[in-house]
């Protein structure tokens, strides 16, 4: 989520190519768009392919994200189009846990998302899903106060245990279970488990009310809905991104 903006050099817009196709959302089959199906581990970024994923609301026009090498990079400084950029999975998932690598240019963010919804009624994906940040600890070092805003905290509820994230340039590791029926959330970060909370109940309901999301008609009130990886001012990388329906 965005929080603060740092000028990216203009040297870094040539480290990366636009793929030519824009991602779609897949139409094909409901059964295999909507919902994921089987409890095996299942590959999200597909080679050099936008295959699973499209932009949020399905906007042909959006333009930002590329694909080389088996990784994914949002460049704001290419990106075109009105609204939200951000990346979501056609499939739609409830329970999972998921697995990917991450890395930012200096002063840049994104996050995770989970539970996604895409009626026109929510402008941005962050309306409805909880986030899990992706920031470059460079932002927050030292500010205690904004530590539910560092990497790995969920975003602007609970701040991570420990401040185990690799400065920007760097590949970081995520693996992240959301299980609704456990209600259970748990972030494993560079190895470390550095977070886990509920997921709905009192609890969640107290940690919402103290947010800036505690008047939010629709944040975190699907249990199923898509995954989304997110724009922002920078340059962010995904890579070897799995998941796995539990």
């Known amino acids: 989520m965005k929080l603060k903006y740092v000028p990216l050099l203009a ?51 959006k333009k930002g994200w590329s ?49 996604v919804n895409e009626s026109e009624l929510y402008e941005f994906p962050y309306e409805t899903g909880p986030e899990i940040q992706v920031l470059d600890p460079e932002v927050y070092k030292g500010d205690e106060a904004n530590q539910v805003h560092a990497a790995g905290a969920l975003y602007d509820m609970i701040a991570p245990s420990q401040l185990v994230t690799k400065p920007a340039g760097e590949w970081n590791t995520y693996h992240i279970t959301i299980n609704q029926e456990a209600n259970e959330g748990i972030v494993v970060h560079n190895d470390v488990e550095i977070n886990r909370f509920p997921l709905h109940g009192p ?27 997110q724009d922002h001012p920078g340059i962010i990388s995904y890579r070897n991104m799995k998941v796995r329906a539990l």
């Open 67 to 115: 694909i080389a090498d088996g990784v994914l990079t949002f460049n704001s400084e290419l990106a075109e189009g009105k609204g939200d950029k951000s990346l979501l999975t056609d499939q739609e998932f409830e329970n999972f846990e998921i697995m990917f690598e991450w890395k930012v240019s200096p002063g840049s963010n994104s996050g995770f998302m989970w539970g």
């Open 203 to 229: 609890e969640w309901d107290a940690m919402v009310a103290k947010s800036k999301f505690a008047d939010w008609e629709g944040f975190g009130k699907y249990r199923k809905g898509h995954l989304c990886i």
């Open 11 to 61: 040297l870094a817009t040539s480290l990366f190519v636009a793929c030519e196709n824009a991602p779609k959302k897949t139409t094909e089959s409901t059964e295999t768009t909507t919902e994921a199906s089987t409890n095996e581990w299942q590959n999200l970024i597909q080679n050099d392919s936008f295959e699973g994923w499209h932009y949020y609301q399905n906007d042909d026009s």
